[in-house]
């Protein structure tokens, strides 16, 4: 069955850099457009980005345009996000994503907290 795994979230300071991965398997990646989702506490799930299955076409929030960075392997089936000048209020659990025959799958999540 399709399996998503995120890591690298973790504590970082305002204005600091992480790097967010996720491994695929179940499914034949190279074929499935992939996205980054995140929830904070008491709030919606939204989409963060989203990058076509070749990797040639990505999209973004509004709010993280010029600072978060969508990329993926297909050779070793992960996504990325490099997100970069982190703020306070992007702490939330952070999800990668992928739709396959018309079922969503996700991710058990991997926790940002942006905090000094």
């Known amino acids: 069955q399709v399996q998503l795994v995120e890591s690298g979230g973790g504590l970082v300071q305002p204005g600091g850099s992480l790097r967010l991965s996720c491994a695929a398997s179940g499914l034949t990646f190279s074929r499935f457009a992939m996205r980054w989702y995140r929830q904070a506490p008491g709030k919606e799930r939204e989409l963060v980005a989203g990058i076509s299955s070749d990797g040639g076409s990505t999209n973004y929030g509004d709010s993280v345009k010029g600072r978060f960075t969508i990329s993926r392997d297909n050779g070793l089936n992960t996504e990325s996000l490099q997100m970069n000048s982190l703020k306070h209020e992007e702490t939330a659990v952070y999800y990668c994503?992928?739709?396959?025959?018309?079922?969503?799958?996700w991710g058990q999540g991997t926790q940002v907290t942006v905090s000094s």
């Open positions: 994503n992928t739709v396959r025959l018309r079922t969503m799958y």
